[in-house]
């Protein structure tokens, strides 16, 4: 999903989103990817341009970058640095998103509290005690 890459000051190549560096590399460990790909059962055809899994990990970091609607998601698709780091050569635009997430039905909904509960389970607990994360986004 995302080269492995050293963090620091070299006054090119900057962006005002890097903190989504390190919330991708929590993406990664906590194998959301591959949890996307095999738990969420829209079909795409295997030379489509963008997955679901692809979309919905692109989502979630433009509304961490502070996107409160589709179009906002140009937050990251003008970010050059981002782009690079995630290897994202491509980046959808707002209709993409749309036709890719009118696919949803309640059962892919399901599908994606599946996932929270693979997470939970395999990452929230401590001493025999689940502990939840909450991320608060504004709106």
């Known amino acids: 999903m995302m080269k ?53 990990i692109m989502l979630i970091m433009a509304v961490l970058a502070g996107a409160w609607h589709m179009s906002h998601v140009l937050i990251i698709r ?11 050569e491509k980046f959808p635009v707002n209709s993409t998103f749309s036709r890719i997430f009118k696919l949803f039905s309640h059962c892919h909904c399901n599908e994606l509290s599946e996932i929270e509960s693979v ?12 502990e939840s994360l909450l991320i608060w986004i504004p709106l």
């Open 4 to 56: 492995n890459i050293k963090v620091e000051f070299t006054e090119k190549n900057l962006t005002g989103n890097a903190g989504l560096v390190c919330f991708g590399r929590f993406i990664k460990k906590l194998g959301l990817p591959d949890l996307f790909s095999n738990l969420i059962s829209i079909e795409r055809a295997s030379n489509a341009d963008y997955q679901a899994k692809d979309v919905i």
């Open 78 to 88: 003008a970010d050059s640095v981002l782009r690079a780091i995630f290897n994202w």
């Open 119 to 130: 997470v939970r389970k395999k990452y929230g607990e401590r001493n025999g005690q689940v």
